[in-house]
């Protein structure tokens, strides 16, 4: 699941409207519609504010592009 969907899945889970999300995470609302349309250039700092009220945050994962099978097993390809 993207930020996008799990923003906007966890935003109607707890009854939330996008001016109240906006207003307890302290960002604005346009902030708020940018995320849930998955704008790609958004502040770290405000998606963490976001992400807080629900538990969670953005921070570094460990990442290796997936090109085939052999490769999602961690096995190197020849």
């Known amino acids: ?3 996008r969907d799990f923003v906007k899945k966890q ?3 707890h009854g939330l409207t996008q001016a109240d999300l906006a207003r307890k995470a302290g960002v604005g609302l346009r902030f708020i519609r940018e995320l849930e349309q998955g704008k790609s250039t958004l ?3 405000k998606v963490n504010q976001v992400l807080q009220l629900f538990g969670k945050t953005l921070g570094p994962v460990d990442w290796q592009p997936e090109t085939d099978d ?3 097993n961690g096995e190197e390809k020849e």
């Open 70 to 72: 052999s490769v999602k």
């Open 11 to 13: 935003r109607k889970m």
């Open 43 to 45: 502040r770290i700092d």
């Open 1 to 3: 699941m993207n930020i």
